[in-house]
């Protein structure tokens, strides 16, 4: 049965790197002391190896050891072979890019379906929806398609952002994206807040952490979906 | 010798549509009575005829006829034969999408080469960029390429917002993303801010309006350019 922790961010504000979500990852992961990760979101540019051993230093403090994909010469066989799997945002472009390059997008969807515990943050989460389309980040690179994992049928915007009522700000809100996206795709849409998390367990998608998320279903008006609820597709 | 406005946005805040523009228009236009509109980027999912509604109302105050060319059978004929061309904002990649689909880029590029006034705002002005990677928009569809007119040598960021010291946000800022294309690309990128517009005649890029702009050089750290200053590449 899949087993998923979607996260909206890796880090909120005022707390250290996957500081918030440390305690849920725990007991997530327990039982799986060895987690790949996946650093080809480069955010910032940063390099894999600067990348993982941020990862690295923060999980050492819940007793599990990360090693990059980038170590290894046969990349899908080291996702078959994993006890867990992390991928960590960053650029989503350049995520999908890579993943459709190295031609893992299939063996790292088969293996989640199969029950291998994976973790994504930010642009880590987005690529478990159906597309990557309510990626928040600039086109950088171009990827040989839009479409992801789907381990779970809708999309994910990271780093939902509500429209701010004193804004002089004429670029498009987060709502308005979303809704122009309906324009022309079927495709339900969850804005995580900061915080947020979804626990997919099998079909199960619950809405995790203390904060409500924003539900956008073509051609109806958003809700808002409380913490602790299953998702109803 | 080519003419072209490419402004941040249509409409600052606490002002109508193009408001700001107008007495700008009224000259940059002047003996040019036919605008050709191209509703293409679809703000909020707007009808092309809509959109070419608000458009006209406003050229209606400095006496310029506006047609959209959705209504011409040939397009690129219409697109030749245009005594002005104005590309509206909305969604990038709606835009560019629909210009490969109806074969128009080509055919864009070498009639504002040729000296048709043009006008773009936002998105419009996106494209007259080598390409329009420097977009704030969702990929809500694939476009067969991200490469666009290159009628200037670098890229726009429009709506560009500086980082809030204050924010408690952690998404990317701007900037951010800015330099993580420059980790792929080595295209040049002018963050213009709400208010600011490029005038280009022929190979001179100036930057107007009230507000400098950011400028941003692969390797280089960010500089303010001040407005009524030539760009130089």
Redesign the interface.
């Known amino acids: 049965m899949k087993k998923l922790i979607l996260a909206s961010?890796?880090?909120?504000?005022?707390s250290g790197y996957l500081e918030y979500l440390l305690p849920t990852l725990k007991s997530f992961f327990k039982g799986h002391k060895n987690l790949l990760f996946v650093p080809y979101a480069?955010?910032?540019?940063i390099s894999y190896e600067a990348y993982t051993k941020i990862v690295s230093e923060a999980f050492k403090k819940i007793d599990i050891n990360v090693v990059g994909i980038h170590t290894f010469n046969d990349k899908q066989k080291a996702i078959e072979k994993a006890d867990g799997i992390f991928v960590g945002g960053?650029?989503t472009f350049?995520l999908v890019n890579e993943l459709y390059n190295q031609d893992l997008i299939e063996v790292l969807k088969n293996t989640i379906d199969n029950g291998t515990p994976y973790l994504g943050t930010s642009a880590g989460s987005n690529i478990a929806s159906l597309t990557?389309?309510?990626?928040?980040?600039?086109?950088?690179?171009?990827p040989p398609?839009?479409k992801t994992l789907g381990c779970i049928p809708l999309n994910i915007n990271?780093?939902y952002?509500d429209p701010d009522p004193t804004s002089?700000?004429?670029?498009?809100t987060r709502e308005?994206?979303?809704?122009?996206?309906?324009?022309?795709?079927k495709i339900p849409v969850i804005g995580l807040r900061?915080g947020s998390w979804l626990q997919v367990d099998g079909n199960e998608v619950v809405l995790k952490g203390g904060l409500t998320a924003r539900w956008f279903v073509k051609d109806k008006e958003p809700i808002e979906i409380e913490t602790n609820h299953p998702i109803v597709i």
Chains 1, 2 share one sequence.
């Open positions: 961010t890796s880090t909120i504000y005022g480069r955010p910032s540019g960053g650029n350049v990557m389309q309510m990626t928040n980040d600039m086109p950088i690179v171009y398609s839009y990271a780093h952002l002089k700000h004429k670029g498009e308005t994206r979303i809704k122009e996206f309906h324009t022309y795709n900061e």
